[in-house]
């Protein structure tokens, strides 16, 4: 059986963040990729932060995975009034984004092992054995474990915790020609409960989704492409899961750390989750390469630091959950009244007179200033989102 230090099982850019992180301090971690291609099949609308670029020092090296930038979004209600986001963004390949990933990774030290699927784990004396069937090794034994596997979380199951709950499907298909000249996210509490349509245009093809809890997402999805009057080819469709409800309570144990997807790391609002993922990622190889310094004078594990980092950033709270609550809370005449109310605005941008003109209306408008807290916590919603990205 060989031995190694940290094992990550995942090849997401929660993964591939963990071991760069982890090598970067010298270490060589392993990570277990199930396909034989990082990136692919891509799950993903595409749409990135400027401020997660910025974040892990990737602007400078985004020309290979950038596609489109775009300054501002636009966030369409169902009166078709429509509110302004000022937030950098980026279309990108994101398969070559993961790509670029393993190859900082592997740059740095780590071995990324592709088509190796890891099909279980368990913990033995002071360390954990994970099984592959894909290769003639067939047991690891390693010092710490990182699971970046994605939402479905089967092995942090079987190692006694829970997968990220509940879950929300999304359903996109990438359709031929540019298709609108932002980003752009569709909300209509009918007809995507829970969730929203988006338009992502990248060069020459276009990323039109849905996610939501209704069912017949496809269906839902060929009626907004018919009423946004989207005639292109389709030429791809892929589909997903996402946390919905942002971090899990449980994210560590004494060798084992959960990161991204499947430790719930998605902002519950927009359900990104990209960012998180990195995020979650780089503080959980930091963690463990810590505990393997540590290591060398006494025998003892711990990843309480994994959380209590983590719990300094504004998307652990629970608000977030609150915010979240609030806004697929709210009916159509409530979304729509607050479109209206806000319409053209940037709303992250509003200056002093114009807040007091949006109270008045808010105030004369009894169906809305009644609802005013969840009015509060979808604007606080809305801004987290915006610093974290999507
Ligand atoms: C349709 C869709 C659209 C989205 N659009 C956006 C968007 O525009 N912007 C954004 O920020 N976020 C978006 N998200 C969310 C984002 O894609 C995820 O939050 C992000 O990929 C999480 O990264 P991760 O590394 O945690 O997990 P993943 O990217 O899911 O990576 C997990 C990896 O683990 C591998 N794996 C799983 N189990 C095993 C195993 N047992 N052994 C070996 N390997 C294993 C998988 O093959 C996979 O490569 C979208 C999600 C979906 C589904």
Known sequence: MEEIDVAIVGG?????????????????????EEHPIIGQ?????????????????????????????????????????????????????????DQHLAKEAQRAGAEVKLSS???????????IIIKTTSEKKQEYKCEMLILAEGPQGRLASNLGFSPPSPLISAFEYRVEGEWGDTLEFYFDKEKY??????????????????????KERKTRL???LEEKKITGKKIKMVGGQIPMNGPSNKLYDKQIMLVGDAAGMVNPIFYGGIR???????IAGEVAATNLERKEN?????CKEY?????????????????????YGFSNKSLSKIGTIFNNKYINRIEKLEKLEIFWKILKNPSISRKIKDLYYMYRGFKIARDWGF
């Not at 591939?16 to 301090?25: D, F, G, T, Y």
């Not at 890891?118 to 004396?125: E, L, Q």
């Not at 998180?276 to 780089?282: C, D, R, V, W």
């Open 193 to 214: 409960p829970f969730g929203y349509c988006w338009i992502f245009p990248k060069k020459g093809e276009t990323n039109v989704g849905i996610v939501t809890t209704a």
């Open 276 to 282: 998180l993922a990195m995020l979650s990622g780089k």
């Open 222 to 224: 060929d009626r907004f």
């Open 117 to 127: 699927k890891i099909n279980g784990a368990y913990k033995k004396n002071e360390s």
């Open 298 to 302: 006494e025998f003892s594990y711990s």
């Open 12 to 32: 997401g850019p929660s993964g591939l963040q963990a071991a760069i992180s982890l090598a970067r301090k010298g270490h060589s971690p392993i990570v277990f």
């Open 307 to 327: 959380e209590s980092k983590l719990k300094k950033y504004e998307f652990m709270k629970k608000v977030n959950l609150k915010c979240h609550n609030s806004f």
């Open 41 to 97: 099949p891509i799950q993903c609308g595409e749409g990135i932060s400027l401020n997660a670029l910025e974040e892990f020092d990737l602007v400078k090296k985004s020309k290979s995975f950038v596609v489109r930038e775009y300054e501002n979004c636009k966030i369409y209600f169902p009166s078709n009034d429509v509110i302004m986001g000022d937030i950098h963004s980026y279309t990108i390949n994101r398969d070559i984004f």
